[in-house]
């Protein structure tokens, strides 16, 4: 009972929603391993539109096939999973109703590396609902010179998708020129791109884990003075989770390039005691070979519900 309280009490935050986005935000939270639990672990498998399929499969050569990804997330009991339009389309007759589908319905191809990128709209919300989908994923760059265009395209999107009973959920990666490389990943500006996606309507926050770098000097001053903890990934996890709403909206972080298993479950285990929902993680997962995979998110899984 009191797992099935904590879903009660997060939905209760999204109080403007109808019941169709609350029942598909419930099917989130209630899926798999980590079900009722209030965490979250999603497979989200679009780099191979982001990064190459080479790049991207090559280290392990079954992720070529969009139906090793489905099943995957099934065996692990993962959340959700999460991709662009083909690789959804290429196995969700076969697994229907196994595991709740996020339809990533912009992306942007590694071709072309502009200092300010924008991404291509992919996805529709009609295409989520007809392959059953729970929500759409939207992608948007905050500090690129085409930020506004993709702000305001998640709004209506947005606006689309709670009308037909989607949850909306948006990946928040500050980019551009007027951003430092460190700048990125800094504090401040992690916690400015939840911000700006809880303002746009997102219900399902992702970003990257941040480094204690702090990129505008006028953040800075107020950090220090308003002695704002910085010092362990905790500490900076905590500073988003609470700029997402006080910790009202779910905020979750990407797992990023791949690294060795440590670093994976120690940066978890920062996440989990920042009061961070959960991770979405890709490339960590599917690059392994599918045993080390499975055993890898059974640890992660384990490890958000306090057991490691």
């Known amino acids: 009972m009191m797992m099935k309280k904590r879903v009660r009490e997060i939905l209760s935050w999204y109080g403007s929603d109808n019941p169709g986005t609350l029942t598909n935000l419930a099917r989130l939270l209630n899926h798999g391993k980590l079900g009722g639990t209030g965490k979250l672990v999603i ?58 589908l996020i339809l990533k319905v912009n992306n942007r191809e590694n071709l072309n590396n502009e200092r300010d990128p924008n991404q ?4 529709s919300v009609e295409a989520a609902l007809r392959l059953g989908c729970v929500a759409i994923g939207f992608t948007v760059y905050p500090g690129s010179a085409l930020r506004i265009e993709m702000y305001e395209k998640l709004q209506a999107l947005a606006e689309e998708a709670k009308r037909h009973g989607l949850v909306v959920v948006a990946w928040s990666y500050p980019r551009g020129a007027a951003i430092s490389k460190e700048g990125e990943t800094g504090l401040d500006v992690s916690a400015y791109a939840a911000q700006i996606v809880a303002q746009l309507g997102a219900h399902i926050l992702k970003v990257k884990p941040p480094t204690a770098f702090i990129e505008q000097e006028e953040a800075r001053k107020v950090y220090e003075k308003a002695g704002v903890p910085t010092a362990t990934l905790a500490d900076r996890i905590k500073h988003v989770v609470d700029s997402s709403f006080a910790g009202r909206r779910v905020v979750i972080f990407s797992g990023g390039a791949a690294k060795d298993e440590a670093a994976i479950y120690d940066e978890v285990r920062g996440i989990r005691d920042g009061g961070g929902f959960g991770s979405i993680m890709g490339r960590n997962a599917f690059q392994r070979p599918r045993e080390q ?16």
Not at 65 to 76: S, T
Not at 120 to 123: M, N
């Open 120 to 123: 291509a709209l992919t996805g």
């Open 43 to 100: 497979l989200p498998v679009d780099q191979g539109v982001e990064h190459g399929p080479g790049r991207s499969f090559a280290p392990n050569a079954a992720a070529y096939d969009p139906r090793y990804h489905f099943e995957l997330a099934i065996e692990a009991g993962l959340n959700a999973y999460a991709a662009p339009l083909g690789f959804l389309e290429a196995g969700a007759r076969d697994y229907a109703g196994d595991l709740p």
């Open 293 to 308: 995979a499975l055993e890898l998110l059974q640890n992660v899984v384990q490890i958000y519900a306090g057991k490691m």
